[in-house]
């Protein structure tokens, strides 16, 4: 009941004109930096911070939320329009989102990924609201093998999205791991896979490799087909979204909606491994799992609901321990210190009021949400009946613009125009381009904590099946392994069956 | 001879060796990469597992993974049936594909990324729009041109004037243009 009230004075702060203003522009800043490959929305929160000085602390995380929420989703819109994810998070969509664009469904494509966008939002930020303090008590029993064991899982889940070629994928993704390793290792210091080249010490970074393998490789392929991917004209104005769509997208929600709030408490485990296993999981749930990669609403739905649910659920920890969770957390978190706000049990004490208003900000950025996404998806929606010719420059320049824009050097430029021809070739190849870009973005994660459990617990391996919570995380990771190879299995049991048996005849 | 053995080229040398180029390259590169891993500098000893451990086991698992691959292959070769890359390759439905155009967009993606740092930004990105149009198909003058220089001022104005990226001017003489068209346009 107090939750309730505190809540309650929570939405009059954030309804004030000045406030509600405040998360509208946050939204609509980070859902169009979300939508542009490159920019990527951590960016703009990082270039807003020094606009929050002139902000009151209640302000500056308002707007720092809306810009959270916005962009989150905003990565999606560029995903599912150009196959470009406009944020790693956003990697999923393309899987499932592109191929309905490419159907001329692109407005029901974006309509899906919205409402599942934003009501895992908005139950994440509801989790925020009610549940904070359990949920942060049971993020803190994380530690490094845990971690370890959480992005095993979610490179695991690389073999939901194989298609029946695990062996192929699974080396796609150890390729892309490996990519990982360029440059200086965090632990010793020492430089590898570096050729002697001084630029490579600094690493090769996820954003480059997947702008160029996404990018670059689909507007060649756009030039050399001619393919219209104009919208399909519809009756309906708005975003065509039927009740049946709703009906059939409920469990993915749903389920997508859980794994995002459980991994977005988690500190370190982001939206990215959140959404990459609600694929995972949902194609291993859904009927039509054998039909994922080809347009498939529920495949689209479980993701894009995964991984903004961890927004309201990243800031868990955020407030209540004043742990941040992800890069995005960690400029909130400065954006507090900055104002002197000391995020921890005390705030709640201390600062109720504040702390209830960004609980409400939080649930009114993801139902304003729809409206500005709607918005900015309308506009890019527009964007699509220009000639491929055009959308096709135009993509280029920007993902050069994106490259260079990581670390202003124009070495990243020339990384993502080499991948940009892998991309090329592996696309043409039939060679799996998804599963690299996963190992590039969750390998170094997964090095990083793999060595610092070892160094941690004594070089004990063991480490990683004693820890209660790590043994259970890497057991599920297991009959994840398994339960995604089990149709294969069970097809090639069967040949061998029906070979010894035409032999024996 | 099947649908499926003729996709699979079965039979033909060429055609097997075109099949095991793959997973034969991931081998050798698994094979031969650990020993151009650490350049000069030597890994600590006696501290955990070193600096190589992880690279290596990943190299490990791709020359293990290749191998199966491998096998995969001359399996499927033997057995009539297409390459596991095959069908993931096949064009789609009624779509043709030009290797010309795909092959000049490659080179023009290139040529635009090595003249960046030479002749600036705002030079190298109107020209590459407007040649793009031109080899897209849209060749009316009256409409690339301007499209070319509005979308080039649009992105300076965006990434230079308001992200305050700092994007290449280019060397010599091209920096001063650079500077000029930046002045023209209002950012310096």
Redesign the interface.
């Known amino acids: 009941m107090d939750s309730l009230h505190l809540l309650g004075t929570g939405f009059q702060s954030a309804f004030a004109l000045g406030a509600f203003l405040t998360i509208v522009v946050g939204l609509l800043v980070g859902t169009i930096a979300g939508a542009l490959p490159g920019?990527s929305f951590v960016n703009a929160m990082a270039?807003s911070l020094p606009f929050t000085y002139v902000m009151t602390p209640t302000q500056a995380m308002l707007f720092l939320g809306g810009i959270y929420v916005g962009g989150v989703f905003g990565g999606s819109i560029s995903a599912i329009m150009i196959n470009v994810p406009g944020t790693p998070a956003s990697l999923p969509a393309c899987w499932d989102g592109y191929p309905m664009t490419?159907r001329g469904e692109v407005r029901r494509a974006l309509a899906i990924a919205l409402t599942a966008s934003a009501t895992g939002g908005l139950c994440s930020a509801l989790l925020l609201a009610f549940a904070a303090a359990p949920f942060a008590t049971f993020a803190l029993k994380f530690s490094q093998p845990e971690f370890f064991a959480a992005t095993v899982l979610g490179l695991i889940s690389v073999l939901a999205i194989a298609?029946d070629?695990p062996?192929?994928s699974?080396?796609s993704m150890?390729?892309g791991?490996?990519i990982g390793?360029v440059g200086v290792?965090p632990?010793?210091g020492?430089?590898?896979?570096?050729?002697?080249i001084p630029a490579m010490q600094s690493g090769i970074d996820f954003v480059v490799v997947m702008i160029g393998l996404f990018a670059?490789s689909e507007?060649?392929?756009l030039?050399?087909?001619?393919?219209d991917l104009r919208p399909r004209k519809t009756a309906a104005r708005g975003l065509p979204l039927r009740l049946s769509d709703l009906w059939l997208i409920k469990g993915a929600v749903l389920r997508g909606t859980g794994i995002g709030c459980m991994l977005g408490v988690i500190p370190g485990a982001g939206a990215t491994p959140g959404a990459v296993i609600a694929y995972g999981v949902e194609k291993q749930a859904s009927a039509r799992g054998a039909e994922f990669g080809t347009g498939v609403e529920q495949g689209l739905a479980a993701p894009e609901s995964a991984k903004n649910a961890t927004t309201g659920a990243a800031m868990v920890p955020l407030l209540t321990l004043g742990i941040p969770g992800s890069a995005a957390t960690a400029i909130m978190l400065a954006a507090m210190m900055l104002h002197g706000v000391s995020p921890g049990p005390l705030l709640f004490l201390m600062d109720p009021t504040m702390v209830y208003t960004i609980f409400a900000a939080m649930i009114i950025a993801n139902l304003l949400m729809i409206v500005a996404g709607i918005g900015v998806a309308q506009f890019f929606s527009t964007l699509m009946r220009t000639?491929?010719?055009?959308l096709?420059?135009?993509i280029?320049?920007?993902s050069?613009?994106g490259a260079?824009?990581v670390r202003?050097n124009?070495f990243d430029?020339?990384v993502?125009?080499a991948f940009?021809?892998i991309g090329?070739v592996m696309?043409?190849?039939?060679?799996?381009s998804a599963p690299l870009v996963l190992g590039v973005i969750l390998?170094p994660l997964a090095?990083r904590y793999?060595?610092t459990s070892?160094?941690n617990f004594h070089?004990d391996w063991t480490v990683f099946f004693t820890r209660p919570i790590s043994g259970v995380i890497l057991a599920l990771a297991l009959c994840f392994a398994l339960w995604s190879l089990w149709p294969g299995m069970k097809v090639a049991a069967g040949g061998i069956a029906r070979r010894r048996g035409a032999s024996a005849g | 001879m099947s649908g499926e053995a003729r996709a699979a080229g079965a039979g033909s040398g060429t055609a097997l060796a075109r099949r095991l180029a793959a997973p034969a390259g991931f081998l050798v590169a698994a094979l031969v990469l650990p020993f151009f891993m650490l350049d000069g500098a030597h890994a600590p000893r006696g501290v955990g597992l070193g600096p190589a451990a992880w690279p290596q086991a990943m190299l490990a698992l791709i020359a293990v993974g290749a191998v199966i691959w491998l096998l995969q292959e001359l399996l499927a070769w033997r057995r009539g049936r297409a390459s596991l890359t095959a069908a993931a390759a096949a064009e789609p439905a009624g779509e043709t594909y030009s290797y010309g155009k795909a092959a000049g967009g490659l080179v023009m993606i290139i040529v635009y990324g090595a003249l960046l740092p030479i002749i600036g930004f705002p030079l190298a990105t109107a020209i590459f729009i407007a040649l793009w149009c031109f080899l897209g198909g849209l060749r009316r003058l009256v409409v690339v041109v301007p499209l070319a220089l509005l979308g080039t001022v649009v992105l300076l104005w965006v990434f230079m004037g308001v992200a305050l990226m700092p994007l290449s001017r280019g060397q010599g003489v091209f920096d001063q243009l650079s500077i000029a068209i930046l002045q023209l346009v209002g950012i310096y």
């Open positions: 920019i270039m490419q298609k070629r062996v192929v699974l080396i150890l390729v791991i490996a390793t290792d632990l010793y020492i430089s590898r896979f570096s050729f002697g670059i507007v060649i392929d030039l050399a087909t001619d393919r000639p491929p010719a055009v096709a420059a135009f280029v320049v920007l050069v613009l260079y824009g202003n124009i430029v020339y993502c125009l940009g021809v090329w696309k043409r190849t039939g060679f799996p390998g090095e793999f060595m070892l160094a070089q």
